[in-house]
């Protein structure tokens, strides 16, 4: 089958398409003929060697896959009995393998989708939704009227956070690098617009709030951003660390953490699935039940066909396009 | 009324003993005399200018006081003159003879405690619970880290970590101060002068790390700590007596599911004083069955608070400097 092969640390353009032997299926698992793929922050890392996880080489990228079920393992009826060959389904992918034709999965990470999803915005919704529902439901408990403050608001995961805040009822301001970006996310349900090439992160949230800050903070962007979102919160906020695009990891200092009693709260949530996966799996209910209410409106930024996957990468890292980018197989 | 007074921001010898005219009591008000002060780490903290509460001059240090009711606001109904009573001072006061304060940061103590034991109880024990319970959600079984053990908030710490059946890992500056903490409860024991906190709680947890960190000290203590963690565990930021501020690096929070968590009581004590009193009414109760033992290192005269500061800042003492009124 074909994919994308990584044979040494590099940037995007160091993928191969390689024809690759298919995976063996183990017992408790499922092989998906896959039809889009997720592209993530964390694949340019893990290309660069610069990811938590360095697989040995050769490795596939890609974290995330819609697609459908060709064949399945055998003890898969014991774990999920309703699975059937044909069915359309996604999958978090924790071992990757996503830039692929076909790839294994483990029968309980699976989730079966909608008739209605296109396999576009399939391969693009797992990572982003059911990080930013992890993050804002279970590690932060957003509550209704509680004001969120979204970085890197018309990123992939930070368009669905915004949606999921409206979901929990809380005034979202929404920060991000232009008007473009913030045209989106206003589209998205964001009661307030930052743009953090013009404007200071932290004087305009002291602004909306009336001097007492954000809530809840959700962060994939790090550095200096962060570093002003500190500063404009409020008592008792939880700021959410989901990820450092902009390429500076923060020190956070304890001083400014302990005199409002804020709490940083480290989301991997890619961790948690491997070790709650029911917590997961019960997110993804949620989440595909909000989407066929029509209450969620996954966006795809841009797609590229499985060959430029390379290219796929640096449009994320060129942060031109809103939303999601996806490999289309 | 004679109080110890500040009037300008400086070391603990810069305290002055001053004649203050009483002022007249609110309604919703309680008026105490005196008998003992706790004193703590933030009241030095306030008086150097770098505490969060930074009160007019000339301020009376001092967060908590233990006393009789000598005088009550026509509003108060909860209390009765002549009742002794703990009181929560978030803006002080308590380094004085007599301090009127909201009557519902009042609080009766048993008849068999004694003023000093009461003086010496609010902070400590009100910070340990609070952190441990509703900032750290420590669990039966999980495993608790307590940095300065043996200081006034640490021991308080390995106490409640007990009473919530942890398992109590008590990281001090001394095989004494640790002896102090094992007889508190604490099961088991790092001497962070000779030891790496990081290394032997990786080795007490096989590998796993601590669930909940209780840090009061701050600096490398914590640098150490954030290494020795388990997925999700719960670093509570109390204090940094140490005289060090770390900055934490946000990749290592993210990869373990990490939370780090500023912990400031007496802003809780603020915002919710009836919360914060029917907290200690519990802990006084537990105290009344034998669960908690208070340990009083020293007291010294009202007049030598100054003393009694510098005596607490030289961290020879394990557990809790009082002052006696």
């Not at chain 1, 948690?272 to 209450?295: D, V």
Request: hydrophobic share 45%; charged share 20%; glycine share 12%.
């Amino acid at each position: 089958m074909k994919a994308m092969v990584c044979r040494a640390w590099g940037d995007p353009d160091t993928l191969r398409l390689d024809e690759v032997d298919r995976p063996p299926l183990n017992p408790d698992q499922v092989r998906l003929r896959i039809h889009a793929c997720g592209v993530n922050f964390a694949d340019t890392l893990i290309v660069a060697g610069k990811y938590q996880v360095k697989p040995a080489f050769p490795f596939t990228p890609g974290f995330e896959a819609a697609g459908e079920i060709i064949e399945i393992g055998e003890a898969v009826t014991q774990i999920r009995p309703h699975l059937h060959r044909g069915q359309r389904v996604f999958a978090y992918m924790r071992r990757g393998g996503g830039y692929a034709e076909e790839a294994v999965v483990n029968a309980a990470a699976l989730v079966p989708i909608p008739e209605a999803m296109d396999w576009a915005t399939a391969g693009g919704f797992p990572i982003a939704y059911s990080t930013s529902h992890y993050a804002l439901v279970h590690r932060a408990r957003l509550q209704a009227g509680e004001t969120l403050l979204v970085l890197g608001a018309a990123g992939g995961v930070g368009l669905s956070a915004i949606e999921i805040g409206k979901q929990l009822g809380a005034r979202v301001i929404a920060a991000a690098g232009g008007p473009e970006k913030l045209a989106v996310a206003q589209a998205h349900g964001a009661d307030d617009a930052i743009d953090y090439q013009h404007e200071s992160i932290r004087d305009r949230v002291r602004e909306l709030t009336d001097g007492r800050g954000a809530d809840v903070v959700y962060d994939p962007v790090g550095g200096d951003a962060f570093d002003q979102a500190l500063r404009a919160v409020n008592w008792g906020a939880r700021m959410l660390i989901i990820g450092f695009a902009a390429g500076r990891i923060q020190a956070v200092p304890a001083n400014l953490v302990l005199v409002k009693g804020i709490s940083i709260v480290g989301v991997d949530r890619g961790a948690e699935s491997q070790r709650n996966p029911g917590l997961i799996a019960e997110g993804f209910t949620e989440l595909l039940r909000w989407w066929e209410a029509g209450r969620l409106k996954p966006v795809v930024g841009k797609t590229f066909p499985l060959a430029e996957a390379g290219a796929a990468m640096e449009a994320l890292l060129s942060r031109r396009y809103p939303g999601k980018i996806v490999v289309e197989v | 009324m004679k109080a110890m007074l500040c009037r300008e921001w400086g070391e603990p010898g810069i305290l002055r003993l001053g004649e203050l005219d009483r002022r007249p009591l609110q309604p919703h008000e309680a008026r105490i005399r005196v008998h003992a002060a706790g004193v703590n780490f933030a009241d030095s903290l306030m008086v150097a200018g770098k505490y969060q509460v930074k009160p007019a001059f000339p301020f009376i240090p001092g967060l908590e006081a233990a006393g009789e009711i000598i005088e009550l606001g026509a509003a108060v109904r909860h209390l009765k003159p002549g009742q002794r009573v703990l009181a929560v001072l978030r803006n002080g006061g308590g380094y004085a003879e007599e301090i009127a304060l909201n009557a519902e940061a009042v609080v009766p103590i048993p008849d068999g405690m004694d003023f000093v034991t009461a003086a010496s109880f609010p902070v400590a024990y009100g910070t340990a619970h609070f952190a441990l319970t509703h900032r750290g959600h420590l669990q039966p079984g999980e495993t608790l880290l307590v940095l300065g053990a043996a200081g006034g908030v640490g021991l308080t710490a390995v106490e409640i970590g007990k009473q919530l059946g942890a398992r109590v890992i008590a990281a001090a500056g001394s095989a004494d101060k640790l002896a102090v903490a094992r007889a508190h409860g604490a099961d088991e024991l790092i001497d962070y002068r000779q030891e790496s906190i990081r290394d032997r709680v990786r080795e007490l947890t096989a590998g796993r790390g601590a669930d909940v960190v209780f840090d009061p000290v701050g600096g490398d203590a914590f640098d150490q700590a954030l290494r020795a963690v388990n997925w999700e565990a719960r670093m509570l930021v109390i204090g940094f007596a140490a005289g060090q501020i770390q900055a934490v690096p946000a990749n290592l929070i993210l990869v373990k599911n990490i939370s780090v968590i500023g912990v400031v009581w007496g802003a809780q004590a603020e915002r919710d004083p009836v919360l914060v009193s029917r907290n200690l009414a519990e802990l006084l109760r537990w105290w009344e069955t034998g669960r908690l033992k208070p340990e009083v290192a020293r007291s010294f005269p009202l007049a030598e608070a100054g003393a009694a500061l510098e005596a607490l800042l030289s961290r020879r003492y394990a557990g809790k400097i009082v002052l006696e009124a």
